[in-house]
């Protein structure tokens, strides 16, 4: 049983287009998180909600936007796409000291 | 926000040498925690070190947390061919969330069988 799966897993578009990136964890855990891995591997926090409610929120262009609808779940919607964009998508969870990451989300925007 | 800085970037051994990456903060660590991820993969989490001056081993690997807890170390003796990834240093909470992990650029390792 996947602990913490993201969908997709690649994501290709164009430029100016919306897209979301889906993720649910099965752990039971109350807080979950973005990461951004950019090409030189650099894992940057993006968002964190804790039992739905937004608790870090990094220097991140509004276009991007978290939502919790429960606890198991933070999606990524991504509003008109730009080249910088493309990177791979981590989401994790955790209950206190160790995150579990999801399988992570490359996408890549032309 | 607080940074920590890891050396080297990258570190290429022959299988059986020994690697080490270290971590370094201008300002004190309440906590270090280290992960690993495969080319490919997701990060995953190895250890937690809160103590000054704490040195804990899982098998090849022993961790360090220097007493003034501004620096910690990952050494893998011997490698083998499965140790090769990137592996992360972090500090949890800073920046007034105790959620919020700061990772350091990584350490690529690359082993030659």
């Known amino acids: 049983d996947t602990a913490v799966s993201q969908t997709p897993k690649y994501l290709v578009t164009q430029m100016g287009n919306d897209k979301s990136i889906k993720c649910e964890q099965n752990?039971?855990?109350?807080?979950m998180y973005w990461y951004k891995q950019d090409s030189k591997k650099f894992l940057k926090i993006m968002f964190s909600?804790?039992?739905?409610?937004?608790?870090i929120n990094e220097t991140v262009p509004n276009r991007f936007s978290p939502k919790s609808p429960d606890k198991a779940h933070l999606n990524l919607h991504i509003n008109s796409l730009e080249l910088g964009d493309s990177a791979v998508y981590f989401c994790?969870?955790?209950?206190?000291?160790?995150?579990?990451f999801g399988p992570g989300t490359r996408l890549t925007v032309l | 926000g607080q940074q920590v800085m890891q050396i080297p970037q990258y570190q290429h051994v022959q299988e059986g040498e020994d690697f080490t990456t270290y971590c370094n903060s201008s300002t004190t660590l309440s906590n270090i925690q280290w992960y690993k991820q495969r080319p490919g993969g997701h990060p995953v989490f190895l250890i937690q070190?809160?103590?000054?001056?704490e040195v804990k081993k899982q098998k090849r690997l022993t961790f360090q947390f220097g007493e003034a807890k501004k620096n910690s170390s990952l050494h893998i003796t011997a490698t083998q061919t499965t140790d090769v990834g990137t592996y992360f240093c972090g500090q949890r909470g800073g920046g007034g969330s105790n959620y919020k992990l700061t990772f350091g650029k990584g350490t690529l390792l690359t082993v030659n069988p």
């Open positions: 994790a969870s955790s209950r206190s000291d160790e995150q579990f």
């Open positions: 070190l809160v103590k000054s001056g």
């Open positions: 909600y804790n039992n739905k409610e937004l608790i």
């Open positions: 752990l039971g855990h109350d807080t």
